[in-house]
């Protein structure tokens, strides 16, 4: 029934029309980059809706002038992106866009949303977690959101955490990219450990797919 529900959300995401879509304080955008070495080896560990593999996530903040941004862990640090910028990036030597794909909190967690922002804002400038360790005060994109509606829903998870895997599941080895990546910056891989990525949240049954860029 759960993967019925995804398919139909997903579904009509492909058939919604952008002029009648608009975003709301809280939706959150997925991402599935087309570039970048890091981003190919998230897409060979996880899984998201439908054909995509998303590499990342923020959640939408309208400011009092009706601007919207997106709060996000990105590197180097936690900030609040611009719409624009966040949707079609102009990085240096990026030639294409990344997909993006909106959630929307079901009703009953709505409530949290206020909250959750204030929380987000309020870690604006914190580190990006490079290690993937819940806790530190350090920030990867998808435990941000995790631990701002954690805190928003009075220590209740909104999202579940994972067992965090950066194995190959064709080979069941640690991938050569994530071998490196964690040998770059000497840290231990954290294989075993909870965690959250943006592939499982899109896939979360707390959250409807509601549009497609």
Request: aromatic fraction near 12%.
């Amino acid at each position: 029934m759960k993967n019925l529900l995804l398919l139909i959300n997903f579904l009509y995401c492909l058939f919604s029309y952008a002029q009648d879509f608009k975003l709301q304080k809280g939706d959150l955008i997925f991402q599935e980059s087309c570039t970048g070495k890091a981003d190919n080896m998230i897409k060979a560990v996880t899984t998201s809706i439908g054909d995509y593999s998303f590499t990342h996530v923020g959640i939408v903040y309208i400011d009092n002038q009706d601007s919207v941004f997106i709060i996000e862990a990105t590197h180097p640090k936690v900030t609040v992106t611009p719409l624009t910028e966040y949707l079609y990036p102009t990085k240096k030597g990026q030639n294409c866009f990344p997909r993006s794909v909106v959630g929307r909190l079901k009703e009953e967690y709505r409530h949290c949303i206020p909250k959750a922002i204030d929380e987000g804002l309020a870690l604006v400038g914190k580190d990006y977690d490079d290690g993937f360790v819940m806790g530190n005060d350090k920030y990867y994109c998808s435990e941000l959101l995790y631990e701002i509606f954690l805190k928003a829903n009075e220590g209740i998870p909104i999202f579940p955490l994972n067992i965090m895997t950066f194995k190959s599941p064709i080979t069941g080895d640690i991938t050569d990219g994530w071998k490196e990546y964690f040998e770059k910056y000497s840290l231990p891989v954290p294989e075993g450990e909870l965690g959250i990525n943006p592939g499982a949240m899109s896939r979360s049954d707390v959250i409807d797919i509601v549009h497609c860029y």
